[in-house]
T-cell receptor, first 114, second 112 residues
Framework: NAGVTQTPKFRILKIGQSMTLQCTQD?????MYWYRQDPGMGLKLIYY???????DKGEVPNGYNVSRSTTEDFPLRLELAAPSQTSVYFC?????????????FGSGTQLSVL | GENVEQHPSTLSVQEGDSAVIKCTYS??????FPWYKQELGKGPQLIID?????GEKKDQRIAVTLNKTAKHFSLHITETQPEDSAVYFC???????????FGAGTTVTVRA
């Protein structure tokens, strides 16, 4: 199993550009998440999904959109990129058994908006 | 929502010594407390977790303790080794809520 795969690993955007961060998992997990990590701030939840066709906002959803058309894929869309979106983005997945379970994280996407 | 505070933000220890990281949480209903380790350039990985029905859990050189009354939990690493150098995150979540609230992280450096 590859686990959680994120692409690209690095990206530089100009202000106002758009892009999609890709995330796919091969563990048949029903839950998927997007977090951003800023220095000294820990991990903040952007969006999450409890299954195909179901998504919901986390703590910091403004400026982002997501979709979940399949169990495996959970892309994160940035529209009109802003310098405040410079961060490291992590996708994660977990298998819900009715109680909280281990999150599996991807290796991250480092995004700079200049 | 849940607020998790983590201390210290940096910790330097001599190889072989112990390291302790402490976290407090705000929501008394929280019942799940995992710890993640993040090595440079990688995503976080779960190293140990504890649920509110136990007060302590141990796995080889790492242990976690939970004080529900005081709403705090701690990570203890004994006999530290260079490979323990990393950023450690605590987190908490409430029953039925699959969204973890993370602490700000602790950068641990083990000096040889």
């Amino acid at each position: 199993n590859a686990g959680v795969t994120q692409t690209p690993k690095f990206r530089i955007l100009k202000i106002g550009q758009s892009m999609t961060l890709q995330c796919t998992q091969d563990m048949n997990h029903n839950y998927m998440y997007w977090y951003r990590q800023d220095p000294g701030m820990g991990l903040k939840l952007i969006y999450y999904s409890v299954g195909a066709g179901i998504t919901d906002k986390g703590e910091v959803p403004n400026g982002y959109n997501v979709s979940r058309s399949t169990t495996e894929d959970f892309p994160l869309r940035l529209e009109l990129a802003a310098p405040s979106q410079t961060s490291v983005y992590f996708c994660a997945s977990s298998f819900s058994t009715g109680q909280n379970e281990k999150l599996f994280f991807g290796s991250g996407t480092q995004l700079s908006v200049l | 929502g849940e607020n998790v505070e983590q201390h210290p933000s940096t910790l330097s220890v001599q190889e072989g010594d112990s390291a302790v990281i402490k976290c407090t949480y705000s929501d008394s209903a929280s019942n799940y407390f995992p710890w993640y380790k993040q090595e440079l350039g990688k995503g976080p990985q779960l190293i140990i977790d504890i649920r509110s029905n136990v007060g302590e859990k141990k796995d080889q050189r790492i242990a976690v303790t939970l004080n529900k009354t005081a709403k705090h939990f701690s990570l203890h690493i004994t006999e530290t080794q260079p490979e323990d150098s990393a950023v450690y995150f605590c987190a908490a979540s409430s029953p039925g809520d699959y969204k973890l609230s993370f602490g700000a992280g602790t950068t641990v450096t083990v000096r040889a």
